[in-house]
């Protein structure tokens, strides 16, 4: 950490707003540098401009800590989704010079992130799966990141074993379950999630991904009441999608019948971030992000709503005046006419769509860890695999 800047508990312990970043595997895919499917990282080194600017966007939006992209760069993952450019320590090195590079251009932390691995969907042991964090691990100390990130885990169990091998490193530890007020895909509720990742050393804990930000604010609100019921202390995190998901089951957006190509008519608005930026600061949460489908002029807002109780405004709003303002200037009346926060306040967007519903039906197969659905396999799917998939779907 450069001198003079502080740790992430430092800010949290002085009730200061953190914000993360926004999401990179899906801004990546739709600007080709990232494969949906896999969602593995190896951008960072066979694209690394396309990360670092996307770093940059996020840094001039307001976000103040900058995640290495290491989503899915475990080492089972890679292999078993046929990475054959670039290891897993590769992948994960340039990750932390790119993040590092970019959080030193402001008043930025690194973090270092692990998520859920193949190994642990296909019952390996508790010392297998272990063993992967530990291998991605080495690397997150080697580069000195500022914090640690256990994220986007859909079992507590396998997210207390990260937990519990990040703790080991002596670096503040954050864990983040891509779950909703439902809680785990085995039923283990927010609230009991939240203190085993406590008890296992997570001094922050929270959710990310999966669900809408308003739907991921509850769920962490009942993690804080959870814990605090447990006479715990923790600091709180919230990183959700920036699409709307009222109609989601408990595995989220990944079951609606749009993932992960015709989503775009479920994307947020900047005015929508204003609101959960405010929501999940009066629920206590502190570190305030996004995560699938947030750009930067998502971040953007989030800070702007925000502004007042951080002290600064993001570089960004140079180029963009506070709800609206710049309308102002606009050619045309009725344009200049909404250059004010009432009107973006209570906008109800339409989406152009005829006849178009306004919620989907899940694809609900009811499947998880140990079902034979989720043994990972290195081979691409076979002909007669997939037949046997799309006998099953709704649309078949």
Not at 23 to 35: H, M, S
Not at 41 to 51: D, S
Not at 229 to 256: E, R, S, W
């Amino acid at each position: 950490m450069a001198p003079g800047k502080k740790g992430i508990l430092e800010r949290l312990n002085a009730d200061e707003v953190v914000i993360g970043d926004g999401g990179f595997v899906f801004a990546l895919e739709k600007r080709g540098y990232v494969k949906a499917g896999p969602w593995t990282p190896e951008a960072t080194v066979e694209y690394p401009e396309a990360v670092r600017q996307l770093h940059r966007e996020f840094l001039r939006a307001g976000a103040n800590v900058m995640q290495t992209f290491t989503f899915y760069a475990s080492d089972d993952k890679l292999e078993n989704r046929g990475n054959v450019v670039s290891t897993g320590a590769q992948i994960n090195e340039a990750a932390c010079d790119l993040a590092r590079e970019v959080a030193n251009e402001g008043d930025a932390l690194v973090a270092g992130g692990v998520s859920q691995t193949p190994s642990y969907l296909s019952c390996k042991s508790e010392k297998d799966v272990k063993a992967i964090f530990k291998k991605q691990l080495d690397v997150f100390i080697k580069k000195d990141v500022d914090f640690l990130i256990a994220e986007y885990f859909e079992h507590v169990e396998e997210a207390v074993w990260a937990v519990e091998v990040l703790k080991a490193t002596g670096k503040p530890v954050a864990a983040s379950l891509c779950i909703g007020p439902e809680g785990d895909m085995h039923g283990v509720s927010p609230a009991e999630c939240a203190v085993k990742l406590v008890k296992a050393g997570a001094e922050i804990v929270g959710v990310n991904c999966h669900f809408d930000p308003m739907t991921c604010v509850e769920a962490v609100k009942m993690m804080k009441e959870g814990v605090e019921k447990a006479g715990l202390k923790a600091h709180y995190m919230v990183q959700p999608l920036a699409f709307h998901t009222p109609d989601c089951n408990c595995q989220g957006f990944i079951d609606l019948p749009e993932f992960p190509f015709g989503l775009e008519p479920r994307i947020m608005t900047r005015w929508d971030m204003h609101k959960y930026a405010r929501e999940a600061y009066n629920a206590g949460i502190r570190f305030i992000g996004g995560c699938c489908g947030f750009e930067a002029y998502h971040i953007r807002a989030v800070a702007e709503e925000l502004a007042v109780e951080r002290g600064i405004v993001p570089a960004a709003t140079e180029k963009h005046g506070s709800w609206g303002a710049g309308l102002e200037m606009h050619t045309k009346p009725w344009v200049r006419a909404r250059a004010r926060r009432d009107y973006w306040e209570s906008l109800k967007p339409a989406s152009g769509r005829p006849f178009c519903p306004s919620m989907s039906s899940p694809d609900s197969w009811g499947v998880t860890r140990g079902h034979s659905d989720l043994m990972q396999q290195k081979e691409a799917t076979s002909k007669d695999q997939l037949k046997q998939l799309f006998g099953r779907t709704k649309s078949n």
